[in-house]
């Protein structure tokens, strides 16, 4: 069964840009969930879609989006990227079978966004 | 608020155990989680533990878990040069919620040495 994937792998960006980023769960998972990764403030949860609606959203200002297709690949946009945007950006599939917090979450090789 | 704190390096030689501790502030929690990164790459789940559990074993992997400090710890037997990486301890969720926002510490990077 493949794996969580993310695409671009690597992405440099200038200030005042957007991106989007693009993950692919695993067959058959349902919930996404983004996290951003930096060396100062670790990782961070950003939000979770689960069926096409953001389940669960964390501390982030509202340039940072996501959205959920039918097939349950998500993207998530950042708009008007400033310099501590730079991070690696990790996206986690689960099955979201249980409501009880047991389904495992894979995570992908995340996107290391770099911006100028 | 919630936290999840680690120390930042661990080193040990091979064949030693590595012992990681890790302390957090939310008590609601359901599960406690180990993940390993590597270099470049993403996480890989370890193992976790559900929050009424004092320990769990897994192979080399033990999990100890101590509610009233809000302590756990992860314990690897036999540690192997393959081991080091950065290991990241996680709380969540409340219970009956998402798996989605899982609280991270900051990671403990554990290096062996031959």
């Known amino acids: 069964k493949a794996g969580v994937t993310q695409t671009p792998r690597y992405l440099i960006k200038t200030r005042g840009q957007q991106v989007t980023l693009s993950c692919s769960p695993i067959s058959g998972h349902r919930s996404v969930s983004w996290y951003q990764q930096t060396p100062g403030q670790g990782l961070q949860f950003l939000f979770e879609?689960?069926?096409?609606?953001?389940?669960n959203k964390g501390n982030f200002p509202g340039r940072f989006s996501g959205r959920q297709f039918s097939n349950s690949r998500s993207e998530m946009n950042v708009s008007t990227l400033e310099l501590g945007d730079s991070a690696l950006y990790l996206c986690?599939?689960?099955?979201?079978?249980?409501?009880?917090?047991?389904?495992?979450?894979?995570f992908g090789p995340g996107t290391r966004l770099t911006v100028l | 608020g919630e936290d999840v704190e680690q120390s930042l390096f661990l080193s040990v030689r091979e064949g030693d155990s590595s012992v990681i501790n890790c302390t957090y502030t939310?008590?609601?929690?359901?599960?406690l989680y180990w993940y390993k990164q590597e270099p470049g790459a993403g996480l890989q789940l370890l193992t976790y533990i559900f929050s009424n559990m004092d320990m769990k074993q897994d192979q080399r992997l033990t999990v100890l878990l101590n509610k009233k400090d809000k302590h756990l710890s992860l314990r690897i037997a036999d540690t192997q040069t393959g081991d080091s990486a950065i290991y990241f301890c996680a709380e969540g969720p409340m219970y009956g919620g998402s798996q989605g926002n899982l609280i991270f510490g900051k990671g403990t990077k554990l290096s062996v040495k031959p």
């Open positions: 879609y689960f069926s096409e609606t953001q389940r």
């Open positions: 986690a599939s689960s099955m979201a079978q249980f409501l009880d917090g047991t389904d495992t979450q894979y």
């Open positions: 939310d008590s609601s929690s359901t599960y």
